[in-house]
Nanobody, 120 residues
Framework: QAQLVESGGGLVQPGGSLRLSCAAS????????MAWYRQAPGKQRELVAL???????NYADSVKGRFAISRDNAKNMVFLQMNSLKLEDTAVYYC??????????????WGQGTQVTVSS
């Protein structure tokens, strides 16, 4: 069974930085799109950033110029470097990926989420 596991969340002051990591494991043939979503209390889950298998990236307007998504295809990992963090970046961040696996073919997978709290 394939799974995504996030790490790197925590508490940071406004203006600080955090780096989130997400590792895909299991019997995976290939990984297509990888992305980060976030969900703040009382709000819908929203796309933060995505990266295609070819390395094309896309960002939510609210994080452009501050966040950077990258991936390591050899290690089946995706990262989110978050700089100049703001109070409104506080949320649970979820890793998302389209995986082609032995068990399930091409399917969408979600990580369990990691809390990012920006507070002074």
């Amino acid at each position: 069974q394939a799974q995504l596991v996030e790490s790197g969340g925590g508490l940071v002051q406004p203006g600080g930085s955090l780096r989130l990591s997400c590792a895909a494991s299991g019997s995976i043939f290939s990984i297509n799109r990888m992305a980060w979503y976030r969900q703040a209390p009382g709000k819908q889950r929203e796309l933060v950033a995505l990266i295609t298998s070819g390395g094309t990236t896309n960002y939510a307007d609210s994080v452009k110029g501050r966040f950077a998504i990258s991936r390591d295809n050899a290690k089946n990992m995706v990262f989110l470097q978050m700089n100049s963090l703001k109070l409104e970046d506080t949320a649970v961040y979820y890793c998302n990926a389209v995986l082609d696996t032995v068990a399930s073919g091409v399917s969408i997978y979600w990580g369990q989420g990691t809390q990012v709290t920006v507070s002074s």
